[in-house]
T-cell receptor, first 111, second 113 residues
């Protein structure tokens, strides 16, 4: 079945550590997105990529980095510069004239 | 800046009650409108979408939404809720045929059995 796979489901970060969240899709979608979900704030866009080897900052990109070396993959790194990383992270993808499809999310917590 | 507002943050209803969740968006030209639902422990799922045509849109599980252009609104409705409708609901808007979605803050719905 086609879909979006995010891993791991739960992740813990120590102070000063970078961690990378995985997002893979087999929907042949060009566009991929990373959102952060906090209670009462909905989903806020971190980074997005419309095509391979290209990505753009979203509304809250500070402290995060991404890469898009393959169409299927859009990993997100939460760097030590992100001072409040505890959140639920959602990856999404879409094709032309389609709604966004979402993965199951990764919950990141600080040790 | 483009924004989407969901005015009800928490809604508690009894089973069989009618539901209406508000969604208003800021003006920004042509829009595509979406409602997503997130059941406890699950990923976001599309409930319904509006791209063009009939402003009354039918979705899954008995949900519907009405696009009122003059009011910049896209309210979600269901005539009779069930306990299984307990979830968080998100309104989202895509402006000017782009791929970017702007989300509202979400509404947590609890349905009491």
């Amino acid at each position: 079945d086609g879909g979006i796979t995010q891993s791991p489901k739960y992740l813990f970060r120590k102070e000063g550590q970078n961690v990378t969240l995985s997002c893979e899709q087999n929907l042949n979608h060009d566009a991929m997105y990373w959102y952060r979900q906090d209670p009462g704030q909905g989903l806020r866009l971190i980074y997005y990529s419309q095509i391979v080897n290209d990505f753009q900052k979203g509304d809250i990109a500070e402290g995060y980095s991404v890469s898009r070396e393959k169409k299927e993959s859009f990993p997100l790194t939460v760097t030590s510069a992100q001072k409040n990383p505890t959140a639920f992270y959602l990856c999404a993808s879409t094709g032309p004239n389609q709604p966004q499809h979402f993965g199951d999310g990764t919950r990141l917590s600080i040790l | 800046a483009q924004s989407v507002s969901q005015h009800n943050h928490h809604v508690i209803l009894s089973e069989a009650a009618s539901l209406e969740l508000g969604c208003n968006y800021s003006y920004g030209g042509t829009v595509n409108l979406f409602w997503y639902v997130q059941y406890p422990g699950q990923h976001l799922q599309l409930l319904l979408k509006y791209f063009s045509g009939d402003p009354l849109v039918k979705g899954i599980k008995g949900f519907e939404a009405e696009f009122i252009k003059s009011k910049f609104s896209f309210n979600l409705r269901k005539p009779s809720v069930q306990w299984s409708d307990t979830a968080e609901y998100f309104c989202a808007v895509k402006y000017n045929a782009g791929n970017m979605l702007t989300f509202g803050g979400g509404t947590r719905l609890m349905v009491k059995p």
